[in-house]
């Protein structure tokens, strides 16, 4: 398996160095698209990504993203066993551990269990490595929206190195934070690197907004419903995000003045002991379940 994925070089913006042509990316990309909508799935995803965002926080960003990739389109092929907390922890440690393997990055597995969770050998998670490879049908080179940007950029006929390398720049941004809205995996990878990019340069080029959006929609290969939908949420999300920063620094600085106001009491009462919370101990639960029933036998 180690040896199998450690010869094929690959890079997130060029998924497919033996045909990697314009028209083949947008003629695959919909083979790669996850199918995700289940109510039960969202809810293991969003657990499983804050797992791999845990484990994957010492590389590279991409293998993170590639990581999720993979347990999206994983998520799309099968039903998530309920109350399996090991098994949730599991598929997280094997996408990380492919997508380290497919961008020939050095790791030990004693990097994913140093924090007291569930504990794997080798061997069991070599097993839901290749349980993942079936489902994905060994497809491990992934057409994403880092595939497109390149390709959408000259449209804004930008000149300036450093404007186009800013304006990518901030579309690669919006890409990694567009990752986690389980809504915006209906759309394509080449329409959501499109509606990045449009976000990112009305940030940057308000003015020049109408231009760049006539643009791109004027490609052959852009749906221009899709995108102006793919677009619209984008910058719901962002509205909502920047409301949400809003409300936690107004709910942290009710806290602050919360804790002031509570030893300004403590020290007008004269009362020199303090008063400590605990905090409530961890409890390692273990799973009687076996994993044979869920795990290919080799």
Same mark, same amino acid.
């Given at each position: 398996?180690?040896?199998?994925?450690?010869?094929?070089?690959?890079?997130?913006?060029?998924?497919?160095?033996?045909?990697? +042509?314009?028209?083949?990316?947008?003629? !695959?990309?919909?083979?790669?698209?996850?199918?995700?909508? #289940?109510?039960?799935?969202?809810?293991?995803? /969003?657990?499983?990504?804050?797992?791999?965002?845990?484990?994957?926080?010492?590389?590279?960003?991409?293998?993170?993203?590639?990581?999720?990739?993979?347990?999206?389109?994983?998520?799309?092929?099968?039903?998530?066993?309920?109350?399996?907390?090991?098994?949730?922890?599991?598929? $997280?440690?094997?996408?990380?551990?492919?997508?380290?393997?497919?961008?020939?990055?050095?790791?030990?597995?004693?990097?994913?269990? =140093?924090?007291?969770?569930?504990?794997?050998?080798?061997?069991?998670?070599?097993?839901?490595?290749?349980?993942?490879?079936?489902? !994905?049908?060994?497809?491990?080179?992934?057409?994403?929206?880092?595939?497109?940007?390149?390709?959408?950029?000259?449209?804004?006929?930008?000149?300036?190195?450093?404007?186009?390398?800013?304006?990518?720049?901030?579309?690669?941004?919006?890409?990694?934070?567009?990752?986690?809205?389980?809504?915006?995996?209906?759309?394509?990878?080449?329409?959501?690197?499109?509606?990045?990019?449009?976000? #990112?340069?009305?940030? !940057?080029?308000?003015?020049?907004?109408?231009?760049?959006?006539?643009?791109?929609?004027?490609?052959?290969?852009?749906?221009?419903?899709?995108? !102006?939908?793919?677009?619209?949420?984008?910058?719901?999300?962002?509205?909502?995000?920047?409301?949400?920063?809003?409300?936690?620094?107004?709910?942290?600085?009710? +806290? $602050?003045?919360?804790?002031?106001?509570?030893?300004?009491?403590?020290?007008?009462?004269?009362? =020199?002991?303090?008063? +400590? +919370? $605990? #905090?409530?101990?961890?409890?390692?639960?273990?799973?009687?379940?076996?994993?044979? /029933?869920?795990?290919?036998?080799?």
């Amino acid at each position: 398996m180690q040896c199998a994925t450690k010869l094929m070089k690959f890079n997130l913006e060029n998924p497919l160095t033996n045909f990697n +042509t314009i028209p083949s990316l947008f003629l !695959l990309e919909s083979d790669h698209m996850p199918t995700l909508k #289940a109510t039960d799935d969202v809810c293991f995803r /969003e657990e499983a990504i804050c797992l791999i965002s845990q484990f994957s926080c010492k590389f590279h960003p991409f293998i993170s993203y590639l990581a999720v990739n993979y347990l999206d389109r994983f998520l799309s092929s099968q039903p998530m066993p309920q109350n399996k907390k090991w098994v949730l922890r599991l598929i $997280a440690i094997s996408c990380v551990s492919l997508a380290a393997k497919m961008n020939r990055t050095d790791f030990s597995l004693a990097d994913f269990q =140093g924090d007291g969770g569930f504990m794997f050998d080798a061997r069991t998670i070599e097993r839901m490595e290749y349980l993942i490879l079936g489902a !994905l049908k060994w497809r491990m080179r992934s057409i994403t929206p880092f595939s497109f940007i390149s390709f959408f950029i000259p449209f804004l006929k930008l000149k300036d190195p450093a404007l186009r390398q800013a304006i990518k720049a901030r579309a690669v941004e919006i890409i990694f934070k567009a990752q986690t809205v389980t809504k915006l995996l209906e759309f394509k990878p080449s329409i959501i690197a499109a509606s990045a990019l449009l976000f #990112a340069s009305h940030e !940057l080029f308000p003015l020049q907004f109408p231009c760049y959006h006539k643009a791109i929609s004027s490609c052959l290969y852009v749906h221009k419903e899709n995108l !102006l939908k793919c677009y619209k949420w984008m910058q719901k999300i962002g509205k909502e995000r920047e409301e949400g920063s809003m409300m936690d620094m107004a709910s942290s600085w009710d +806290t $602050a003045v919360n804790v002031l106001d509570q030893q300004f009491s403590c020290s007008e009462s004269g009362n =020199g002991s303090a008063i +400590t +919370t $605990a #905090a409530p101990g961890v409890r390692r639960e273990r799973d009687e379940e076996k994993e044979n /029933e869920w795990l290919p036998q080799q």
